[in-house]
C-alpha cells in the first residue's frame, strides 16, 4: 500500500495548497469556476493568504490539512466555525456547525482515497473542536463535488446563493451532515474522492 497521510499544512507549503487549488478548479471548468476567478489564482497575494491562513488561523477551530502521498501533496482541506448564519441555524439543536471551505484532491491523484480521508480527517478534528454538524457549499452544477459529499452520506440542506464572481453568478447549493457519532455513520468512510 502506498504511504499516503493527512496532517496539518505547514506555512510554507502554501505553495502547494494554492497550486492544487488552481489546478483542481481548473479541471472543475469554467461552467463551475469562472475563467476570472482562476485567473486571480496565479499570484503571490494568493500563496500569501493561504501562508498566513496556516500560520495565523482566524481562531483555533480553523484548519488547514494537506493529504499526502509519499512526499508529495495531492489535498488539501479548510475548515472551520459556519459563517453563514443561516447555514449555522439551519434545523440544527445538536451544536455548533462548522463548514468545509473547501476540499480539493488535485486530478491526477484523484481515486485513491485521499478525498475520503481529508474528510474524516476534518470530522475527527471537528468533533474535538466541539462541532456537531458540517456543512459546505458546492457549485450547483459540480456534479462530482455533490456525488463525493452525498455518498459520505451529506445531503442538501435546501439552502442555495448566488454569489458575484466576478460579474458571473455562481449558484452554491449547501450540503450538510451530522458528526454526532451515535446519528449516523461517521461522515467521510465513502470510497468516493473529489474531483
Known amino acids: 500500500m502506498a504511504d499516503v497521510n493527512?496532517?496539518?499544512a505547514r506555512t510554507q507549503e502554501a505553495g502547494e495548497?494554492?497550486?492544487?487549488?488552481?489546478?483542481?478548479?481548473?479541471?472543475?471548468g469554467t461552467s463551475v469556476v469562472p475563467a476570472s476567478v482562476l485567473d486571480r489564482l496565479v499570484g503571490d497575494?494568493?500563496?500569501?493568504?493561504?501562508?498566513?491562513?496556516?500560520d495565523t488561523?482566524?481562531?483555533?477551530?480553523?484548519?488547514?490539512?494537506?493529504?499526502?502521498?509519499?512526499e508529495t501533496i495531492v489535498g488539501m482541506v479548510a475548515f472551520g466555525p459556519a459563517e453563514s448564519e443561516d447555514a449555522r441555524n439551519e434545523g440544527h439543536d445538536e451544536g455548533p456547525t462548522g463548514e468545509i471551505a473547501t476540499l480539493l484532491v488535485e486530478p491526477r491523484?484523484?481515486?485513491?482515497g485521499h478525498g475520503s480521508r481529508l474528510l474524516a480527517?476534518?470530522?475527527?478534528?471537528a468533533r474535538t473542536d466541539g462541532v456537531a454538524q458540517l456543512i459546505t457549499w458546492v457549485p450547483e452544477n459540480d456534479?462530482?463535488?455533490?456525488?463525493?459529499?452525498?455518498?459520505?452520506?451529506w445531503q442538501e440542506s435546501g439552502l442555495i446563493r448566488t454569489l458575484d464572481a466576478d460579474g458571473t453568478p455562481l449558484r452554491e447549493v449547501c450540503l450538510h451532515t451530522s458528526i454526532v457519532e451515535d446519528a449516523i455513520r461517521p461522515a467521510?468512510?465513502?470510497?468516493?474522492s473529489p474531483a
Open 188 to 192: 467521510g468512510t465513502s470510497s468516493g
Open 17 to 28: 495548497v494554492a497550486r492544487i487549488q488552481r489546478v483542481s478548479w481548473a479541471r472543475a
Open 121 to 125: 480527517a476534518t470530522v475527527d478534528i
Open 45 to 54: 497575494e494568493v500563496v500569501s493568504r493561504w501562508a498566513a491562513t496556516i
Open 109 to 112: 491523484w484523484g481515486r485513491r
Open 143 to 153: 456534479i462530482s463535488a455533490r456525488t463525493f459529499f452525498g455518498s459520505a452520506g
Open 6 to 8: 493527512v496532517r496539518p
Open 57 to 70: 488561523p482566524p481562531s483555533p477551530g480553523h484548519h488547514v490539512l494537506v493529504a499526502r502521498e509519499q
